[in-house]
Antibody
Framework: EVQLVESGGVVVQPGGSLRLSCAAS????????MHWVRQVPGKGLEWVSL????????DYADSVKGRFTTSRDNSKDSLYLQMNSLRSEDSALYYC??????????WGQGTLVTVSS | QSALTQPASVSGSPGQSITISCTGT?????????VSWYQQHPGKAPKLMIF???DRPSGVSDRFSGSKSGNAASLTISGLQSEDEAIYYC???????????FGGGTKLTVL
């Protein structure tokens, strides 16, 4: 059974940093592109970033480019999102998701990030 | 402002069929057969219902079907059931500002 479990979401001050983690199981992690997608509670989905199977390629939404960095450790079946220079508009539920042909076939339960003073 | 445009809400009675539209451009829906649809119940993570425009993942009911024409895609749910009440999001590969884009979501109410 595929499982994605995010962690690391907390309350952080504007300008602060945070690292999210996503532990994967139930599939061959290093065969797949992985994504981060966020959702402000009560609002829609926003794609945040992707990383290739080997970590050699990353891409980011314009809203986070230059502030967020996604990485992976295939030896630990884990995905990460380093978030710097956080803003109030970054407050959201952050999901990690497994890629399937340019869509997302499995999602974690999400981890909540709140940026507030 | 979402990259893809969906109606805010649709409704139908049990047993009826409904269709949710999703409009994009030639840089996303119109240019590639990589449209996907997601169902999200309150407090839950999104669930993939359709990928590659019209393919269903294993375990998804055949009451759910997808199609595309030009720059627009559609999700049709036939034989509506109460458990279908949820928010539905479309998604697509894109060569515009981001490689993956979503619609704003459509709330389906089963009357």
């Amino acid at each position: 059974e595929v499982q994605l479990v995010e962690s690391g979401g907390v309350v952080v001050q504007p300008g602060g940093s945070l690292r999210l983690s996503c532990a994967a199981s139930g599939f061959t992690f290093d065969d797949y592109i992985m994504h981060w997608v966020r959702q402000v509670p009560g609002k829609g989905l926003e794609w945040v970033s992707l990383i290739s199977w080997d970590g050699g390629l990353t891409d980011y939404a314009d809203s986070v480019k230059g502030r967020f960095t996604t990485s992976r450790d295939n030896s630990k079946d884990s995905l990460y999102l380093q978030m710097n220079s956080l803003r109030s508009e970054d407050s959201a539920l952050y999901y990690c998701a497994k890629d399937l042909r340019y869509g997302f076939d499995y999602w974690g339960q999400g981890t909540l990030v709140t940026v507030s003073s | 402002q979402s990259a893809l445009t969906q109606p805010a809400s649709v409704s139908g009675s049990p047993g009826q069929s409904i269709t949710i539209s999703c409009t994009g451009t030639s840089s996303d829906i119109g240019g590639y057969n990589y449209v996907s649809w997601y169902q999200q119940h309150p407090g839950k993570a999104p669930k993939l219902m359709i990928f590659d425009v019209s393919d269903r993942p294993s375990g998804v009911s055949d009451r759910f079907s997808g199609s595309k024409s030009g720059n627009a895609a559609s999700l049709t749910i036939s034989g509506l059931q109460s458990e279908d009440e949820a928010i539905y999001y479309c998604g697509s590969y894109s060569t515009r500002s981001a490689p993956r884009v979503f619609g704003g979501g459509t709330k389906l109410t089963v009357l």
